[in-house]
């Protein structure tokens, strides 16, 4: 008897519970019809609109089995993986890609100092002068490396000059923006505590703002400089040189083989980078 009693309890337990749920949010445990019916005909219409642009851009079974039989064929071709006696070559394209990297993010930082300053609340109070610079961040930032690089390379040639200038254009809108943030969320009660006491407002820049945000805005430099190092690569396809040059080489020749050598030691550099930038960051952050 004592076994029954135990199992006939839990359902008036639930039963209660199920009433303090109703009782609490009655749209959850009673959902109405036409709340159903509406959640339905909406997840129909996203799956049929995401339907139609697979359609549209051609996402379908069969582009999917004929893209990958050529990916197949690509494969084979890149293994064993040969350098063909180009390593030398190679190296120095991989060292010209991260000098590319390293002073276009250069660049980027001293041109989004001052750009930083002004796109902060804290310095530019004037709401419309203030929504002006950051729109015009906008503006710079809509623009993709690869466009500023066809732009540049127009201008100046062939070569690693205009792929460090597109980097920096690229970078400046870009870490301006996040330095204009890191500043507006830093604490004003350094600043506020200098000025009182009779410093100016460069004292107060220099002592109470730079040692908050200086790591906030090492750190998102290096994840730039990252960034850099893996776009240099597809500014090198469109004629800045590097290893992206080397890269659309052999592709365009089909030496496959050559092309993994290749990715192996790009990946291996950026993994490298990674890694030490990652440490770095940690440091700056963390102490």
Not at 14 to 34: G, K, S, Y
Not at 85 to 105: D, H, N, P, S
Not at 264 to 284: F, G, H, N, P, T
Request: glycine share 10%; hydrophobic share 55%; proline share 6%.
């Amino acid at each position: 008897m004592t076994r029954v009693a135990s199992l006939t309890v839990p359902p008036l337990i639930a039963a209660q519970e199920m009433e303090a749920a109703r009782q609490i949010a009655p749209h959850l445990i009673d959902t109405p019809f036409a709340v159903q019916l509406r959640r339905f005909v909406l997840w129909v219409g996203l799956s049929a609109l995401f339907i139609a642009l697979c359609i549209g851009v051609d996402m379908t079974p069969a582009a999917f089995a004929r893209g990958l039989t050529k990916l197949a064929d690509f494969m084979r071709g890149m293994f064993p993986p040969n350098a063909a006696g180009g390593e030398v070559r190679i190296l120095q394209a991989l060292a010209a890609t991260f000098a590319m990297a390293v002073t276009g993010t250069f660049l980027g930082v001293l041109g989004a100092l001052p750009l930083g300053l002004l796109g902060a609340k804290t310095f530019v109070a004037n709401p419309v002068l203030h929504f002006l610079i950051r729109r015009s961040f906008d503006v710079f930032r809509a623009i993709p490396a690869l466009v500023w690089a066809l732009i540049l390379i127009v201008a100046f040639g062939l070569g690693p000059f205009g792929g460090v200038i597109a980097l920096a254009l690229t970078d400046i809108p870009r870490l301006g923006k996040l330095y204009a943030e890191a500043i507006e969320n830093s604490d004003p009660r350094p600043q506020e505590g200098i000025r009182a006491t009779g410093g100016q407002r460069r004292a107060a820049i220099r002592f109470g703002l730079l040692p908050e945000v200086l790591p906030v805005m090492a750190s998102q430099s290096l994840y730039m400089l990252e960034s850099n190092f893996r776009n240099a690569a597809i500014l090198g396809i469109v004629g800045a040189g590097g290893i992206g040059f080397e890269l659309e080489e052999r592709i365009r020749i089909f030496a496959f083989d050559q092309v993994a050598w290749i990715v192996i030691a790009y990946v291996l550099c950026v993994m490298a980078l990674d890694y030490v930038s990652e440490k770095i960051r940690s440091k700056l952050v963390h102490g």
